[in-house]
């Protein structure tokens, strides 16, 4: 979809549901899946990332974040620098989303990753449980579907009657989010 495209749906959301606080730009993945079938390398993900978010906040305004993209840590610095040179100051942005983090296992690199981009108000897209619990100091905040994971292999909590298992269910998410708030 274009970038206006986008924008208008973005605003539709924003308008039919209300207290929309942020939107993420249209970003680049560098996931290497995402890479090969692209057939582009990271620095053209990155720049394509920018280039997109530039376009959506002069369409939409401060409703879109910027996001870094990378893979490596140096990766996420350099996508830093992008947005400097064109003129987006991270640091005084209210969340600066951390993109290509959600596929990965390798608690150490996103460990890596979220602590070189200090002092920015980072969200951390699709987190997973250990690493968020090690990082929500640092985190502004974060999302996951690493809640759901463990119910889709379970049977129903108790009580829940309607469905199969609790990947969807709101009072298994309650749980794991009060879990995560307390740890």
């Given at each position: ?142 999302d996951s579907m690493a809640w759901s994971r463990g119910a889709r292999y379970q ?29």
């Amino acid at each position: 979809m274009s970038a206006t495209e986008y924008a208008r749906t973005v605003q539709m959301y924003a308008d039919e549901t209300g207290q929309m606080d942020w939107a993420a730009p249209q970003d680049w993945m560098c996931e290497s899946t995402a890479l090969k079938q692209t057939g582009l390398t990271v620095k053209e993900h990155q720049r394509l990332t920018v280039e997109n978010f530039l376009e959506l906040r002069d369409l939409l305004g401060m409703i879109v974040i910027p996001v870094l993209q990378g893979w490596e840590r140096d990766e996420y610095l350099e996508c830093v620098d992008l947005y400097d040179k064109s003129g987006v100051d991270l640091v005084s942005e209210p969340v600066v989303g951390v993109g290509s983090i959600c596929r990965r296992n390798a608690k150490t690199a996103i460990n890596e990753v979220i602590r070189s981009l200090q002092p920015l108000k980072l969200h951390g897209f699709g987190v997973k449980g250990d690493c968020y619990l090690e990082n929500k100091h640092v985190l502004a905040s974060a999302d996951s579907m690493a809640w759901s994971r463990g119910a889709r292999y379970q049977p129903p909590l108790e009580g829940c009657t309607t469905h199969q298992n609790c990947a969807n269910c709101r009072i298994y998410a309650l749980r794991w989010r009060e879990k995560m708030l307390v740890s």
